[in-house]
Structure formats: C-alpha cells, structure tokens
C-alpha cells in the first residue's frame, strides 16, 4: 500500500562512507565539459540523493554534474564501455512522497483535522497534500517540489503520534536500477547496469581515486576469486537505496 512498486527486491545495510562529496586533496585542472539538459536534470537526481539536506545546494548540483560526466568523457571512446556509460541515473524512491504511519488517536486527529503535531515541521518539510490515515494508521504526505525523504522523515518520526516514517520506494520485480552510487571517503563510486531492465544485466564498476574515474571490472555477487575492489562494489550496490537514511 506504502509502495509505487515496480519489482520486487531485498535491500541490505551498507557500509559507504558518510561523508558528502569532498574536494579533491590532489587538486586535478578540470576538463571543460558541455551538458545537456538530461544531464542538468540527472545531476539534480543524484545531488538529491546524496546531500543530507532536504534539497541539496546549487554547489552540490554542479559537482554531481561534472562527476558523472566526467566519467562518460573518460570512457566515451571505450569499444566496451561507451554504450553502457550512456545509462541514466535515477532515484531509487519518490522525491514527491513519504509514508507515515500514525498510532490509532493520532489517526483518527489527522483525520479529523485537529492533529497539531505539524506545527513542529520546519517550513521546508511541510507538506503539500496528505491523504488521510487508512485503518492502519498510513498516509501518503505528498509535496509539489523535489524533497529529499530520509530527511523529511527525519522530522517526521519526531512528531508526537508518529510510529514510524519511510521513502516510497521504487522496487524493481526482475530487474535493475540503470545506475547505483555510494560516496567513500568522499568521492564517488558507480555501478553501471548495462541492462537494468533484465536481471542478468551486467554491472560494470567504477571509482573515483584524487577525483578520477577508474573502471574497476564486472561486478559479480560471488565471484571466486574475489578482486581486491569487490567490497566496495557491493556496498554500491547495497547500500544504494538506504544512502541518507544516517547521514
């Protein structure tokens, strides 16, 4: 009921850094790259996804943008890679909603529209549209603007009545997200689904070293041997729907 529910999947915990995207400690003159506005739009996404705030900061848009395509200028004239490098990110929950879950008085208040506990939101969480609590106690909130929501929840699971709040996530049946990231130690890591609609699409790796793109391998779940990267790249994949619910 909580869900836009596209497939289903089991998530992990994950063990990526917390911290944000940092300046490079080797300074690197950066390359004058040309956008597009899918990119602009991809880097809003992912610069969303990332940031602990509720919506992230013009600085941290451009450094999702320049990151990601930095990468696919790297790797444009790569015979293997050129064509799995033009996958798109997206977020792996609604930037528009959250579900909340209210015990049974706090409910029937909401319902019937006394409920003051929202009084606490700062003006940036509050909502826009909220459908009224089923039976058990769940609501969609809705907003008109992109908001990050492991961080509306966190206001949220404050208010008084609120048991529990959570993303309404994309799950995917049979299938992939085209990209997952995780942030260590600052600087980004990708997994690239060169298939993401199929369950045996490949996934391609990579990090970044000194603000750098670097193709890692093909990420397997259990491979043998394991390649000295493999960690890392499992947390990417892991850890990729839970990114922000700590931060």
């Known amino acids: 009921m909580k869900y836009l529910v596209i497939l289903i999947s089991s998530f992990l915990l994950f063990s990526c850094s917390k911290n944000p995207v940092s300046t490079n400690t080797k300074i690197e003159p950066r390359i004058k790259l040309s956008y597009t506005s899918q990119d602009s739009s991809e880097a809003r996404d992912l610069a969303l996804w990332a940031s602990s705030q509720l919506v992230p900061s013009d600085s941290e848009v451009d450094e999702m943008l320049y990151n990601i395509n930095l990468l696919r200028y790297t790797y444009k004239d790569s015979s293997i890679l050129q064509n799995v490098i033009k996958q798109r990110f997206m977020l792996p929950w609604s930037p528009i909603r959250i579900a909340i879950k209210f015990d049974s008085v706090t409910a029937i208040n909401v319902r019937n529209g006394t409920y003051s506990g929202w009084s606490a939101l700062p003006s940036q969480a509050k909502y826009d549209s909220l459908k009224p609590p089923d039976e058990l106690g769940w609501s ?81 779940y259990n491979p043998d041997p394991k390649p000295i990267w493999w960690q890392d790249a499992k947390d990417t994949y892991e850890g990729f729907y839970f990114w922000g619910r700590n931060n």
Request: glycine share 8%; with cysteine.
């Open 140 to 220: 969609i909130i809705r907003y008109s603007q992109h908001r990050n929501p492991w961080q509306l929840c966190k206001y949220y699971a404050s208010l008084p009545g609120v048991i529990y709040c959570e993303p309404d996530g994309v799950i995917f049946a049979d299938g992939s997200f085209p990209i997952y990231a995780c942030i260590k130690n600052g600087q980004m890591n990708y997994i690239f689904v060169e298939k993401p609609l199929l369950a045996s699409g490949t996934q391609y790796y990579f990090y970044y070293q000194d603000g750098q793109p670097n193709y890692a391998g093909i990420f397997y």
